[in-house]
């Protein structure tokens, strides 16, 4: 069993840094793909980035260039280095994991990017609030 824990949130002004953190628990081996998402009031959940067991990521069109994503597998340690935020940043964040059988290919990292309620294991989420 997966555990997530998310820190690193807080408030900033416009144009701030920030840098969100999780701790991954309970992963031994095998494939992973871990990510953050994020949740504004009145929306949906969505995909800000994910990063893969080969270190291949994936960037939201809205965040790219602006926030960084990695992972320390000898830590198990997920980072997500976000620059030159802005107010509509302003949301919960959301780390989450999945353990897939199979090899991890194109076509699941689009599914699993464009539908959080295929992520199997969540952190209970830290707030970003950007302020104008």
């Known amino acids: 069993q997966v555990q997530l824990t998310e820190s690193g949130g807080g408030s900033v002004q416009a144009g701030g840094s920030l840098r969100l953190s999780c701790a991954v628990s309970?992963?031994?081996?095998?494939?992973?793909?871990v990510g953050w998402f994020r949740q504004a009031p009145g929306k949906g959940r969505e995909a800000v980035a994910t990063i893969n067991s080969d270190l291949k990521t994936t960037y939201a069109d809205s965040v790219q260039g602006r926030f960084t994503i990695s992972h320390d597998f000898s830590k198990n340690i997920l980072n997500l280095q976000m620059d030159n935020l802005e107010p509509e940043d302003t949301a919960m964040y959301y780390c989450?994991?999945?353990?897939?059988?199979?090899?991890?290919?194109?076509?699941?990292?689009?599914?699993?990017?464009?539908?959080?309620?295929?992520?199997?294991?969540w952190g209970q989420g830290t707030q970003v609030t950007v302020s104008s």
């Open positions: 309970g992963y031994r081996a095998g494939n992973i793909c």
């Open positions: 989450a994991a999945d353990l897939p059988e199979a090899a991890i290919d194109s076509d699941y990292v689009r599914r699993h990017f464009a539908n959080p309620e295929l992520w199997v294991f």
